[in-house]
């Protein structure tokens, strides 16, 4: 089984902050990682996939990176509606989700 | 655009089987893959397995024990069963589609349904 370690399971940030979170997973999984964004009480909500393509009506805001066990979610500009939790999820394998990290109004 | 609406029980006894239902409107259930994914309340997401509309199914080692899948294409429906249910099953429930049945973007989602496995 592949493992997923996000970073940091949690953080504080105001609005117009530069926010990186990064996921790293236990074997290489080429850019087979995609992002989500999920909401209290919603369902997640698609980001990013193949590591660094914008779903569709997504902000131009978020983006991603990274190859290999090395990822990266960057939101350039921190907006009032991003405070969510971000899930990363691999799908080389049997696909698996980070533990999450919450982004909290600081 | 397509939506997914999940359905069943939200209280299931200990040792019993759990059963939902997913039905698809707005789209084909001929069109996608179909899975389910789990979240356990304050905890991260499970994905449990998918179903395609012939019938094909992939299940995670981890449930494949006690799942299963099934599809039906004339009420755009596709339901799971887990079975022996105990606490640990306890989540919402969420179906979601995807357009590849290697690579999982799950781009649709249901609302999700709470289900408590108690006596």
């Known amino acids: 089984d592949i493992q997923m370690t996000q970073s940091p399971s949690s953080l504080s940030a105001s609005v117009g902050d530069r926010v990186t979170i990064t996921c790293r997973t236990s074997q290489s999984i080429s850019t087979y990682l995609n992002w989500y964004q999920q909401k209290p009480g919603k369902a997640p909500n698609l980001l990013i996939y193949?590591?660094?393509n914008l779903q569709g009506g997504v902000p131009s805001r978020f983006s991603g990176s990274g190859s290999g066990t090395d990822f990266t979610l960057t939101i350039s500009s921190l907006q009032p509606e991003d405070f969510a939790t971000y899930y990363c999820?691999?799908?080389?394998?049997?696909?698996?989700f980070g533990g999450g990290t919450k982004v909290e109004i600081k | 655009q397509v939506q997914l609406q999940e359905s069943g029980p939200g209280l299931v006894k200990p040792s019993e089987t759990l059963s939902l239902t997913c039905t698809v409107s707005g789209g084909s259930i001929r069109s996608y893959y179909w899975s389910w994914i789990r979240q356990p309340p304050g905890k991260g997401l499970e994905w449990i397995g998918y179903?395609?509309?012939?019938?094909?199914?992939n299940y995670n080692p981890s449930l494949k024990s006690r799942v299963t899948m099934s599809v039906d294409t004339s009420k755009n429906q596709f339901s799971l069963k887990l079975s022996s249910v105990t606490a640990a099953d306890t989540a919402v429930y969420y179906c979601?589609?995807?357009?590849?049945?290697?690579?999982?973007?799950?781009?649709?989602w249901g609302q999700g349904i709470l289900v408590t496995v108690s006596s």
């Open positions: 179903i395609f509309y012939s019938g094909s199914t």
């Open positions: 999820q691999e799908t080389y394998g049997s696909p698996s």
């Open positions: 193949g590591a660094s």
């Open positions: 979601a589609s995807h357009r590849d049945g290697y690579i999982y973007q799950f781009d649709y």
